[in-house]
Nanobody
Framework: QVQLVESGGGLVQAGGSLRLSCAAS????????MGWFRQAPEKEREFVAS????????DYADSVKGRFTISRDNAKNTVYLQMNSLRSEDTAVYYC?????????????????WGQGTQVTVSS
C-alpha cells in the first residue's frame, strides 16, 4: 500500500547540518500530518517535528526549535527535516511517521505508519 523511506542520515560534526528526507511510495499522504521522531539507544522515542500536509502548520520539540525545520513537497510526496547546529544529543535514529488527518500530533501513538529509520550521529 504505502511505504515511507527515510534517507539523508549520516555522521556529522557538532555544529554541522543534515537534511533528512522521507519519501512516500504508493498512495499520497495529502490528508495526513507527517512527523519526525527520534530514538536514542536505551531511550524512549521522542517527538521532533510535525507538519500538517493539508494546512501546512508545524510543531517542534523545544529541544530543536530554532535549529530544525520540517517542510514538505506534496508534488514529490516527500517530507524533509533540515537539521542545523547539530549537537551530540541529536544523535539518534530518526523515523518518519504518518499521523492524524487534519490535525497535528506530537504523540507517537497517533502515528500509524513508520519508515525504517535513518541513523544520525553527531560527533563532538
Amino acid at each position: 500500500q504505502v511505504q515511507l523511506v527515510e534517507s539523508g542520515g549520516g555522521l556529522v560534526q557538532a555544529g554541522g547540518s543534515l537534511r533528512l528526507s522521507c519519501a512516500a511510495s504508493g498512495r499520497t499522504f495529502s490528508r495526513s500530518t507527517m512527523g519526525w521522531f527520534r530514538q536514542a539507544p536505551e531511550k524512549e522515542r521522542e517527538f521532533v517535528a510535525s507538519i500538517d500536509w493539508s494546512g501546512g502548520s508545524t510543531d517542534y520539540a523545544d529541544s530543536v526549535k530554532g535549529r530544525f525545520t520540517i517542510s514538505r513537497d506534496n508534488a514529490k510526496n516527500t517530507v524533509y527535516l533540515q537539521m542545523n547546529s547539530l549537537r551530540s544529543e541529536d544523535t539518534a535514529v530518526y523515523y518518519c511517521g504518518r499521523g492524524p488527518t487534519y490535525r497535528r500530533s506530537s504523540y507517537y501513538y497517533d502515528y500509524d505508519l513508520w519508515g525504517q529509520g535513518t541513523q544520525v550521529t553527531v560527533s563532538s
